[in-house]
């Protein structure tokens, strides 16, 4: 009984160790899934894959059309990482859903900007004037703070993350409407500005830089980042992805295919 009690110890104790020694990481060594919402962001992690290809990393890339598909798609273990999102926009998914994915660098900065088919400057708008922003917590309110930029509004400065129950001037009573992001651009001519998403501009024929009445200045906040699992935050994959998507062959890229409509993030 004693030789029999003390195998079963040692069994125990070897399991143990095994199972400290594991590795945590549930990434391929030479494959990851990434996710990028579909057209100019797409079209950048394509050519981060034939970087990262060179490092011998094969990068699959799924494109999405919404800004929550992608975060749903990591949470299941459909994607590896995804590159789509700003640090705000993470910390608001993180708290209400429970999640604990992280950034492990910096992608691009895609700045938003204000349209309209009425106004050619943001100073002609008039009062009582219709505003359409993103109805998803940290996109509206990134387009209040630009708006307030413009000195159309004042938001409560004790909100960093405010919505339009958070203004406190709006000196020529502008009306708002909260739609769908990828809605907006369609939606333009039935309102009087809009804020839009750079991604949703370009893929309704809009420039930020050519044909917007504002754009979001440089020192914005809302760099979108590379996210993964907690989990996979140091796996050797994920650093390959990093160090290919901050090369200096990607920013060039940038330059090259936005010519400043979209910017490095990690400059």
């Known amino acids: 009984m004693k030789k029999l009690l003390l195998a ?81 926009f ?26 309209s088919e009425k106004y050619e400057s943001i100073d002609e708008v008039e009062d009582g004037a219709l505003f359409a922003l993103p109805n998803d917590p940290t996109n509206g309110a990134r387009a209040l703070l630009m708006l307030q930029e413009t000195g159309l509004i004042k938001v409560n400065e004790e909100e960093t993350n405010p919505s339009v129950m ?47 009445i504002y754009r979001e200045s440089t020192d914005s906040p809302y760099t979108v980042n590379i996210v993964v699992r907690a989990e996979n935050e140091d796996d050797p994959a994920v650093q390959k992805l990093v160090d290919a998507y901050q090369s200096d062959a990607v920013k060039d890229k940038i330059e090259e295919v936005f010519g400043g409509t979209l910017l490095p993030g990690w400059e």
């Open 166 to 212: 958070d203004i406190v001037e709006n000196p020529k009573n502008l009306e708002f409407i909260e739609l769908e992001a990828a809605q907006i651009p369609r939606q333009l001519s039935e309102v009087d500005f809009a804020a839009i998403n750079s991604n949703y501009s370009f893929e309704a024929g809009l420039n930020p830089i050519e044909d917007s």
């Open 90 to 115: 993470l910390d608001q998914y993180n708290e209400d859903h429970g999640t604990d994915f992280v950034p492990v660098g910096a992608a691009f900065l895609n700045p938003m900007a204000i349209f």
């Open 8 to 88: 079963i110890i040692g069994l125990v104790a070897l399991t143990l160790a095994a199972c400290g020694n594991e590795d945590t990481s549930t990434l391929s060594e030479d494959k990851l899934v990434v996710g990028s919402m579909a057209g100019d962001q797409a079209e950048i992690v394509e050519f981060v894959a034939e970087i990262a290809a060179e490092d011998g990393l094969e990068i699959e890339v799924m494109t999405f059309s919404d800004y929550i598909m992608p975060n749903t798609a990591l949470e299941e273990g459909d994607l590896d990482a995804n590159i789509y999102q700003t640090l705000p």
